[in-house]
């Protein structure tokens, strides 16, 4: 059972365009949600969070929208660039868990076209 | 510049052979990961530690995979016997969490990933 997909396996951009990549999840009890970007040969690195008393936040080109009532959210990147090229994967937690566990979703490849 | 390291950052063996992954996570958190990256499944956590003490470990084939921390500064990740079918990128992320839900942050769900080792069983 997934709790966070991720339905795009891939997203094609054009340089200077807005890339918009999704997220859903499932478990109400999800009150974080984090964004990683990956480049191949290398761990994943935070990129931006989202806590659930927001429905914005805003770091730069990159911002991350959460819709509660949908049990969705969406990194927005504006203006795309090359280097923005990358494996993107969403990520949540829950209050009730004693570590600060992850459960990612499967991941959106981002390619971003000069 | 905290990262978490990882060694080796490639291993190629032969199946049966016993394969260990070490992670040094970043100086004062207390927090550790291990996750498998494979095309099939993206990131799988396969144990986790608070305070060096084992909190979850179902992800983890008992069989032949064990996890330690041996101190605050290494963590290790060893499968024995190796199979073909281990073949993937381990990563080990950290992070910081204080006990309690009162401690909690942003910044202490946030996860710091090292570079992964890549492993090859033949």
């Known amino acids: 059972d997934q709790q966070v997909k991720q339905n795009s396996p891939s997203l094609s951009v054009q340089e200077g365009r807005i890339s918009i990549l999704n997220c859903d999840y499932t478990n109400s009890m999800f009150d974080y949600f984090l964004w990683y970007k990956k480049y191949p040969a290398e761990g994943p690195t935070f990129l931006i969070s989202?806590?659930?008393?927001?429905d914005k936040n805003e770091d730069g080109r990159f911002t991350v929208f959460l819709n509660k009532s949908a049990k969705h959210l969406s990194l927005h990147i504006v203006p795309s660039q090359p280097g923005d090229s990358a494996v993107y994967f969403c990520a949540a937690s829950a209050g009730n868990n004693a570590g600060n566990m992850l459960t990612f979703g499967g991941g959106t490849r981002l390619m971003v076209k000069p | 510049d905290a990262r978490v390291t990882q060694t080796p950052r490639h291993k190629v063996t032969e199946m049966g052979q016993e394969v260990t992954m070490r992670c040094q996570p970043i100086?004062?958190?207390?927090?550790v990961f291990w996750y498998r990256q494979t095309m099939m499944q993206g990131l799988e956590l396969l144990a986790y530690?608070?305070?060096?003490?084992?909190?979850?470990d179902s992800g983890m084939p008992k069989d032949r995979f064990s996890a330690e921390m041996p101190d605050a500064t290494l963590a290790t990740l060893k499968i024995q016997p190796s199979e073909p079918r281990d073949s993937a990128v381990y990563f080990c992320?950290?992070?910081?969490?204080?006990?309690?839900?009162?401690?909690?942050?942003?910044?202490?769900?946030?996860?710091?990933f090292g570079p992964g080792t890549r492993l090859t069983v033949l």
């Open positions: 100086l004062g958190h207390n927090t």
């Open positions: 992320a950290s992070g910081f969490r204080l006990l309690g839900l009162a401690g909690r942050t942003p910044s202490t769900d946030t996860q710091y």
């Open positions: 989202i806590s659930s008393i927001k």
């Open positions: 530690f608070r305070n060096r003490a084992p909190l979850d």
